[in-house]
């Protein structure tokens, strides 16, 4: 793995380099991966240098973990630990990243980077249980990204079976924010969700079974995909797995993808893995047979 430590809006972190990508991740605090997109282009991700937050807790930006906690996620909780230094390994084909121990909750959170081919890399987002007494969760990692300019997002939907049917989630309001019913941002096609972020904040949830979110950047000429593997019956919050939210503005649009709930006995971990990509040419969202593909060996 190529892989070094460098500096990034002045916190210690780490780059992982291939021809097609570059990838930064903080260890100063989180963890937080601050920097994805193509060698010598620009950030698809968006970095808040505006000192966004809720309390102790800061937007901050890039791609964060939070806990899922069972039927309350967006809890507090959530986010703990998120301010202190991170633990830092370093193996020939890996890096490891995670927090320190919550004092309260007695958990950590991490992700483990490892690269899967010149234009794709593992995120492998994790919670462990570091206490003596159980802890029930799910993982939730969000990825904050740059919608501008001209961005599009696009979710695969159903699982061609002949019974296709899935859970989409509507919010009105939450936390103090609302958003539109009939969101002129939002449009479907048969088999594909599609977002064209004009900077009206809204929240989706969707059940996903492909497990696949996509952000077009026409103008860096590449997609960017995400996939997590989605388990069918098991414990999603409000049944979904992939969500998405456009802040006021346009100023970020977060893919978002959840994990299922468990209870984990001390010292055990639940990792929801993620597989990014970067295509060599913007895919457009038209076919959501083309985005199954790129993740059929």
Not at 101 to 118: F, H, P, V, Y
Not at 253 to 259: F, I, N, P, R, T
Request: aromatic share 10%; with cysteine; charged share 30%.
């Amino acid at each position: 793995m190529n892989c070094k430590e460098v500096s990034f809006a002045g916190k210690k972190a780490f780059e992982i380099k291939t021809k097609i990508f570059r990838m930064i991740i903080i260890s100063e605090y989180g963890p937080r991966i601050a920097f994805w997109g193509r060698e010598g282009g620009e950030n698809l991700l968006f970095w808040d240098e505006k000192d966004l937050g809720r309390g102790d807790w800061k937007l901050r930006g890039g791609h964060r973990v939070w806990a899922i906690r069972p039927d309350a996620d967006e809890s507090e909780e959530a986010y703990r630990p998120d301010n202190d230094p991170c633990e830092v390994k370093k193996n020939d084909d890996s890096l490891t990243i995670t927090s320190h121990k919550d004092s309260i909750l007695q958990t950590r959170r991490g992700i483990r980077l490892e690269i899967a081919g010149d234009n794709r890399i593992y995120v492998d987002n994790f919670i462990t249980n570091a206490g003596d007494m159980l802890y029930s969760a799910g993982v939730w990692a969000l990825t904050c990204t740059n919608p501008t300019p001209k961005r599009s997002y696009g979710i695969p939907l159903g699982d061609d079976s002949e019974w296709d049917c899935f859970n989409f989630v509507m919010f009105r309001k939450w936390a103090g924010h609302t958003s539109l019913i009939n969101d002129p941002q939002i449009s479907f096609t048969e088999d594909m969700l599609i977002l064209n972020p004009k900077g009206i904040e809204t929240k989706r949830m969707v059940e996903a079974p492909c497990g696949i979110m996509a952000m077009d950047a026409p103008g860096q000429d590449t997609t960017f995909v995400k996939k997590v593997d989605y388990i069918r019956g098991a414990q999603y919050p409000l049944g979904c797995n992939i969500a998405f939210y456009v802040g006021p503005g346009n100023f970020m649009v977060e893919m978002e993808s959840m994990g299922p709930e468990n209870t984990l006995k001390p010292g055990d971990s639940v990792h929801s893995r993620e597989t990014w990509l970067l295509t060599e040419k913007a895919m457009g969202l038209a076919d959501r047979k083309r985005f199954v593909e790129l993740f059929q060996d």
